[in-house]
């Protein structure tokens, strides 16, 4: 539905004479307030007068409709309700059923357009959520009346994001049980050459303590100028959840950006065993790599266990040690580590922690091929997702979070950052 030019020309020409006979602002600043309230207006009326154009019927459905507890519920007159809209609140009359058999009221038109307990519209909705998906919730309420002059209240927000986010996780939840691929991969019209799957931790004050938040990403490579592939198509998870659930949470991101059809799937992660657990369960045959920087922090606390802190001898070996690492692979590292000598406990402790450390991950450290294949090897898109999905939104000073209303509001974050505004409409229009 759009304004055709000879409507909208029409328009402005009785906006016009009407201004000339109301509008006296003192400046530019007080004209554009007083355009803001007339636009306002102007969007109400056209709202509660439109509404008859949508279903002029408002609901009825004949005399009689099915009740979900298999009765009929009856034909009892047309409510009034006021509607939460973007432009203000609006009356409607809808028709009313009820069932006498469970006692239980019907309001088809409520229903058909996306209208919960709440009486927002479903753009209503998703305009807050979307505003608090990326503010706090003062500064998005405070936003939205000063941009739009669409007034609510933080609770009413925080009931809407409940809403929204509930949906979302809702919908997630159906997907990770069906777990087909087949049902959740759409038809992908181009098959991804190289999609990377990588996952992090990140923490957040979440019911009284701070609790780890998963962080998943995935992405496709493409190559740079420099022949190493860069992220593109980045699609986000976050969730306080073990690690099994957020497997399956993840693997449908996974599916829907392509992983079925991807020429090669690369696994990236910090090294801890429940992320290679998680890749060899969902993606097997995948190229697993252990971020090269964390690798490189565990030399580093080494030279410093060893050493001792602040040693120039124990740098010089770290910086040596990184380089080669990066050069050949974990083999020069493990071999220097066999000619340790340690005279502590402490050293002993270190030495043979690292052994453990590269001699498991060997495999996953051979950067040179990696590098020459143009694979990526450090994991900066997820640890910048655990700042910019978790960070950024759930740790800002002073934030304590429920549960419930962590997840949600990770729902739509994750939602909007995967360009997945649409979903968070949609979503909206059935919460």
């Given amino acids: 539905m759009s304004i055709s030019q000879q409507s909208r020309a029409d328009l402005q020409s009785r ?28 969007g109400q009326a056209v709202v509660e007068h439109g509404l ?86 003062g500064e998005g309420v405070s936003l939205l009346k000063r941009l739009l002059g669409f007034c609510i209240e933080e609770s009413g927000s925080e009931r809407v994001m409940d809403e929204v986010g509930g949906r979302l996780r809702g919908e997630d939840a159906e997907l990770m049980q069906s777990y087909d691929v087949e049902q959740i991969s759409p038809l992908v019209q181009d098959a991804p050459q190289r999609l990377y799957v990588s996952m992090d931790g990140a923490s957040a004050h979440i019911d009284g303590a701070f609790h780890e938040v998963k962080t ?15 992220a593109r198509n980045m699609r986000y998870v976050a969730a306080q959840e073990p690690a099994e659930k957020f497997g399956h949470r993840l693997y449908v991101a996974a599916a829907q950006s392509g992983v079925a059809q991807a020429s090669t799937v690369v696994v990236i992660g910090d090294g801890a065993e429940w992320i290679w657990n998680l890749s060899a369960h969902h993606y097997p045959g995948a190229i697993e790599i252990v971020d090269y920087w964390h690798a490189c922090e565990h030399i580093h606390a080494l030279a410093k266990d060893y050493y001792g802190e602040g040693d120039l001898n124990g740098k010089r070996w770290a910086n040596d040690h990184c380089r080669w690492l990066k050069q050949r692979g974990p083999g020069t590292l493990l071999r220097a580590l066999k000619r340790m000598q340690p005279k502590t406990d402490a050293q002993r402790e270190a030495v043979a922690r690292e052994t453990r450390y590269f001699t498991n991950n060997h495999q996953r450290m051979q950067y040179a091929r990696y590098r020459a ?39 739509v974050r994750c939602a909007l950052l995967s360009g997945e505004q649409n979903r968070v409409l949609r979503v909206a229009k059935a919460a």
């Avoid at 000339?20 to 306002?40: H, I, M, N, P």
């Avoid at 998943?216 to 860069?230: F, N, R, S």
């Avoid at 000073?397 to 997840?407: C, E």
């Fill in 52 to 137: 008859s154009r949508v279903d002029p019927t408002m609901g009825y459905r004949k005399s009689s409709i099915p009740c979900d507890c298999g009765r009929k519920a009856r034909f009892v007159n047309y409510r009034e309700r006021t509607l939460g809209t973007i432009y203000g609140p609006v009356v409607v009359k809808r028709a009313y059923y009820h069932c006498k058999h469970c006692r239980r009221g019907h309001v088809p038109w409520d229903r058909d357009q996306g209208i919960s307990t709440l009486m927002w519209s479903p753009m209503a909705k998703c305009l807050v959520a979307e505003t608090i998906g990326r503010l706090t919730y």
């Fill in 373 to 411: 294949a143009g694979l990526m090897i450090g994991s900066g898109p997820v640890e910048a997702g655990c700042k910019t999905v978790v960070g950024a939104r759930l740790k800002r000073s002073g934030m304590r979070w429920s549960g419930r209303g962590a997840d949600a509001v990770l729902a």
């Fill in 216 to 230: 998943g990403v995935v992405y496709e490579g493409l190559t740079g100028t420099d022949g190493i592939d860069k």
């Fill in 15 to 42: 906006i016009r004479e009407w201004v000339d006979q109301q509008a006296s602002a003192g400046d530019v600043t007080e004209l554009e307030e007083f355009a803001l309230e007339v636009s306002q207006c102007v």
